[in-house]
Nanobody, 126 residues
Framework: VQLQASGGGLVQAGDSLRLSCVASGRTGSTYVKGWFRQAPGKEREFVAAINWNGGITDYADSVKGRVTISRDNAKNAVYLRMNSLKPEDTAVYYC????????????????????WGTGTQVTVSS
């Protein structure tokens, strides 16, 4: 199980960014996918999650309305589109996956996921 995130960078407040994560191995099209982030000196926190077919999504309150999670199962990829970026969005962003299950909104923000990928740094300057 491997998850490789990319797309981070240094941007200015108000800019947009799209993160990508490609999965290989067993984290196929039926797995729940998600994004988490960890800012310096803080615990890792939930950002967004999406069910296997993209029909159900969940977002942290801190990003709701500015962030969109999507997936392309043909490419084994999950994306995080972030708009109106703020300095407080600065963090290492990690993609994650969890085995197929009924998708309960709020569950992954509390429990996390089982498979973790590499992180990609997002830095937002003011």
């Amino acid at each position: 199980v491997q998850l490789q995130a990319s797309g981070g960078g240094l941007v200015q407040a108000g800019d947009s960014l799209r993160l990508s994560c490609v999965a290989s191995g067993r984290t196929g099209s039926t797995y729940v996918k998600g994004w988490f982030r960890q800012a310096p000196g803080k615990e890792r926190e939930f950002v967004a999650a999406i069910n296997w077919n993209g029909g159900i999504t969940d977002y942290a309150d801190s990003v709701k309305g500015r962030v969109t999670i999507s997936r392309d199962n043909a490419k084994n990829a999950v994306y995080l589109r972030m708009n109106s970026l703020k300095p407080e969005d600065t963090a290492v962003y990690y993609c994650a996956a969890d085995p197929p299950a009924d998708f309960d909104v709020g569950y992954y923000s509390k429990i996390g996921m089982n498979y973790w990928g590499t992180g990609t740094q997002v830095t937002v300057s003011s």
